[in-house]
């Protein structure tokens, strides 16, 4: 399988900025889709944003307009912009890979896990 690997969590104040980067053993857009997905506790996994294998994406509502997901195929690394910080973005962030190349934010399209990264945001 594809290894993921998520890093650039920490706290921050509402309104701030964090970068998430996801660093993977085979390259984005070839036949398969990735995806950052997050977990608060006690709450099941909620996807947030995707990027398919010819670069469409999509957000959820609750994110789009603040969060941005890219990909670096040189680098076999997924991103994930975080601006304009809530409180209730905190959670546990992933990201995921749906080898059958899907755009979608549902969780259990996804094939592969990360460890996930914690993202805390104070109001």
């Known amino acids: 399988q594809v290894q993921l690997v998520e890093s650039g969590g920490g706290s921050v104040q509402a309104g701030g900025s964090l970068r998430l980067s996801c660093a993977t053993s085979a390259y984005a857009g070839r036949g398969v889709s990735m995806a950052w997905l997050r977990q608060g506790p006690g709450k099941g996994r909620e996807g947030i944003a995707a990027?398919?294998?010819?670069?469409?994406?999509t957000y959820a509502g609750s994110v789009k307009g603040r969060f941005t997901i890219s990909q670096d195929n040189a680098k076999a690394t997924l991103y994930l912009q975080m601006n304009n910080l809530k409180f209730e973005d905190t959670a546990m962030y992933y990201c995921a890979v749906d080898s059958w190349g899907r755009l979608g934010l549902r969780a259990d399209i996804f094939d592969l896990w990360g460890q996930g990264t914690q993202v805390t945001v104070s109001s």
């Open positions: 990027i398919e294998s010819a670069g469409i994406r």
